[in-house]
């Protein structure tokens, strides 16, 4: 899975510099994790990409295996399962 986020070269000047870049860089992140995990559970999303990841409860929207944790992959979404039964 890779995230819609590629690093920017980080400036050397100063530490004010630094602190301001990695400020950036980190609101890039967390934008681009958020997109990736899009957490807005109210809704089916309309686009997804590869690699999303959602809990749906089935009282919404069920993508066929009721309430759990889904991958989007392949074109469709695949309930994730686990080892110690969580959902």
Known sequence: MS???TPETLPS???VSLSA???RELRRVSNALVTRL???TSREIE???PGMVRY???TVYDPGEGTGLYLY???AWRKLA???GLP
């Open 73 to 75: 992959t392949g074109g």
């Open 82 to 84: 686990f080892e110690d």
């Open 3 to 5: 995230l819609p986020y």
């Open 21 to 23: 870049a990695l400020d």
């Open 38 to 40: 899009n957490l807005d």
């Open 56 to 58: 749906y409860d089935s």
């Open 13 to 15: 000047e100063d530490t």
């Open 47 to 49: 686009k997804p990409a």
